[in-house]
DNA sequence: TCTCATGTAACTTTTGATATTACATGATGG
DNA sequence: CCATCATGTAATATCAAAAGTTACATGAGA
């Protein structure tokens, strides 16, 4: 798997946790997930302090969406994840005596900053319901390009 | 060390360069940066194949600017780095069959080139004669709030 | 009360970045 | 020339962060 793919790994969770009827189990996302049960409840756990999934333990229990996907966005999930740094860049020291390091340091802040801020602003702007409805034009338009196949060939 | 602090670095080390009198030899500059001169001349092959530095071997030899810093950007910079992943978030798989992995996929995607667009941008309005300045400002001041401190103290 | 499922701490593995070693090439000064 | 200095670069080692795994505890049904 690569790295800090969560929040694509837990986008793909909950929107397949959305097409199905009762509680999908670590187990299940895990198998659909090609990783560990553990990592999930790991993802999972910070989505549930924050009241958008739910868990039951024992026979029948699992993991359910505890909120309609139009109140979340990719924000909302990004901040459970702990807000992990967004840029693979770094500045070589915080915080340096060096004059030439606090200019280069200031300079490359303030542009990581910026672009920062689109981001966060961006991914609040899509809801969980968006891609949920992403997802079903594509299905509908596989199935369309499947039908035309079998007509014409 | 961090992590993906090349351009931090490579920035730090020419304007120490600018400051200086003749050549600079990796030594020196790994000296300065706390690393290994090896990885100074890793790092500093990408600008010399772009002609922003010339190395010198023998007696005397090092690194020197062979262009003037107004005439570089930090995009030009990182460029010469070989434009390492600016994110450090990635998506789980890259060409997935499954369709909800492909609406998620494409979200992200269209965010992260926004933000990817942007942060080029302002690397390119953004010069080493600017940075060099910010430094000097930073020189100048720290001097006053010396002398101040002396005066008054 | 047995099984199923989550909760979590501890540990191991993997991976990418960085640092180091070793040796080759070329320039300069005596 | 040749000893020395400096870069050039491949190969290797080290390190830290992320991901995966194991082990065991807790709680909810059937």
Redesign the interface.
Known sequence: ?????????V??VL??MA?QDGPATSDMLALM?QTNPVVIRRIMAGLRERGYVRSEKGHGGGWTLARDLATIT?RDIYDSLGS??????????ENPD???????????DT??R???A??LS??GD?TLA???A??HD??QR?KRSRKGQTRHG
């Open positions: 798997m690569r790295p800090n793919s969560q929040l694509s790994g986008l793909h929107l397949h097409e997930m990719l992990p740094s967004l840029f693979a860049l770094g500045n070589r020291t060096c004059l030439v390091e606090q200019a280069v340091n200031a300079a490359l542009t990581f910026e672009a920062e689109l981001l961006r991914l899509v968006a891609l949920s992403d997802f594509r299905l596989r």
